[in-house]
């Protein structure tokens, strides 16, 4: 257990459902990060939040919404997906916005089908 | 967790062995690294990290190497294990920049032989 948690672990939805990713981390980070880890690419930065404020967004679809309520919790929208979205989602976070290591969930692996 | 489909570098190692992972990074202005490792199913988890001001820097069993005039990184790991097996990333990014993210490596896939 690395201290952010990440839920569900797996998700399997159809291009028309709405579904959230959440995630959760109680190390006293104020930084918290949406990565996504696809077959065929690199690990991708989507979303930045500082203090729960978005600072980054990284030319991510309109489909995919991110929420920060507090600086303990993440979540990611999900809505009207495509196949090609399906990968490992993965949230991190950090004391600040890039300083020191990131801590990882272990993420959610979506299908979309 | 797992990177399949994308063809990573694979160094297969006997256990006991030491083994060596490079990193070749993209912007001259990063100035903080890391490596991550990556078990099947688990998230990338921290191992050591390093900046621009030194050269190399030594944790238990792993020492990172860094050669700013080639843009390379090299992460060393003393006497593996079988538990070393997982995907290696590296990472870099401008400490503090504003922009603040890291960018990953596509990484090794290291496979322990026993």
């Known amino acids: 257990e690395t201290g952010v948690t990440q839920t569900p672990r797996h998700l399997v939805m159809g291009m028309t459902n709405k579904k959230s990713l959440k995630c959760e981390q109680h190390?006293?980070?104020?930084?918290m990060y949406w990565y996504k880890q696809s077959a065929k690419k690199p690990l991708e930065l989507m979303f930045v939040y500082n203090f729960k404020e978005q600072t980054e967004n990284n030319s991510v679809p309109s489909r995919f919404s991110p929420e920060c309520p507090n600086s303990s919790h993440l979540f990611l929208h999900l809505h009207t997906l495509q196949p090609e979205d399906s990968a490992l989602y993965l949230c991190?976070?950090?004391?600040?916005?890039?300083?020191?290591?990131?801590?990882f969930g272990s993420g959610t692996r979506l299908t979309v089908v | 967790g797992e990177s399949v489909g994308l063809h990573l570098p694979t160094l297969s190692v006997q256990e006991g062995d030491n083994s060596i992972i490079n990193c070749a990074y993209s912007n001259s202005a990063s100035d903080y690294f890391i490596w991550y490792k990556q078990e099947s199913g688990k998230g990338p988890q921290f191992i050591i990290d390093i900046r621009s001001n030194m050269d190399k820097r030594q944790g238990q069993r792993v020492t990172v190497l860094l050669n700013k005039t080639v843009k390379h990184l090299s992460l060393q790991i003393a006497a593996t294990q079988p538990g070393d097996s997982a995907v290696y990333f590296c990472a870099e990014s401008v400490f503090g920049g504003s922009q603040g993210n890291l960018i990953f490596g596509k990484g090794t896939k290291l496979s322990v032989k026993p």
């Open positions: 190390l006293g980070h104020n930084a």
């Open positions: 991190a976070s950090s004391q600040v916005v890039g300083a020191s290591g990131y801590t």
